[in-house]
């Protein structure tokens, strides 16, 4: 079946990295995203990969992405405050169906 | 170039009442998607449309929800007869048809729908 994976609670100082984990299970997905969704808020999506990638570099953020594993991370660097929130790794299948995880929710300490 | 747009942002409504949310895509964007989120939890994907079609609606409920996406005007998810257990975030997301990034899909601020 169609499944994606997280750890649901990540906790790191300021000024850190965070790193993000996330586990799919569908071979045949075609593109890798990372959202974020602040309190009260709707989703944004931060950064995305397709498939045939292997690594997606963003400013602070940086996509690995283990097809072999099925195996997906969000890196943030130096992270700040402003960055908690919750994460959700998904992934879209092959019938154009995106299956989100439960979300990871990242909380900075100052 | 708006993004998805949804209306109402929040709605209340009394059990047995009837939710109508809507949903504009981005202009384009002939593929539209509803994803509920209940409290605590993360997305669910509900269901998919292109225009005047549902392709997918394996994630609704079988009962009281239903979704069309008409050959003109938004995209409406209806909820008749609510109750509780409905409260949620409902978000709708569009893609485009074709284009170099078909499977990005772009999400609406979300309604919030309370069942009292």
């Known amino acids: 079946g169609e499944d994606v994976e997280q750890s649901l609670f990540l906790s790191v100082r300021e000024g850190d990295s965070s790193v993000i984990n996330c586990t799919y299970t569908d071979s045949s997905s075609t593109y890798l995203y990372w959202y974020k969704q602040e309190p009260g808020a709707g989703l944004q999506l931060l950064t995305y990969?397709?498939?045939?990638?292997d690594m997606k570099q963003d400013q602070r953020l940086t996509v690995l992405l283990n097809k072999k594993d099925k195996h997906l991370s969000l890196r943030i660097a130096d992270t700040q405050t402003g960055d908690s929130a919750i994460y959700f790794c998904a992934e879209k299948t092959s019938y154009d169906k995106v299956i989100f995880g439960p979300g990871t929710s990242l909380s900075v300490i100052p | 170039n708006a993004g998805v747009m949804q209306n109402p942002r929040h709605l209340v409504r009394r059990r047995g009442q009837e939710a109508r949310l809507r949903c504009s895509p981005m202009?384009?964007?002939?593929?539209v998607y509803w994803y509920r989120q209940l409290p605590e939890e993360g997305l669910k994907f509900m269901v998919y449309?292109?225009?005047?079609?549902?392709?997918?609606e394996s994630g609704m409920p079988k009962e009281r929800f239903s979704a069309e996406f008409p050959k003109e005007g938004p995209s409406i998810l209806r909820i008749q007869q609510v109750v509780r257990g409905d409260s949620a975030a409902y978000f709708c997301?569009?893609?485009?048809?074709?284009?170099?990034?078909?499977?990005?899909?772009?999400f609406g601020p979300g309604t919030r729908l309370t069942v009292t």
């Open positions: 202009k384009g964007h002939s593929h």
């Open positions: 990969i397709f498939s045939n990638m």
């Open positions: 449309l292109q225009k005047e079609n549902i392709i997918d």
């Open positions: 997301a569009s893609s485009a048809t074709s284009g170099g990034d078909r499977g990005r899909q772009y």
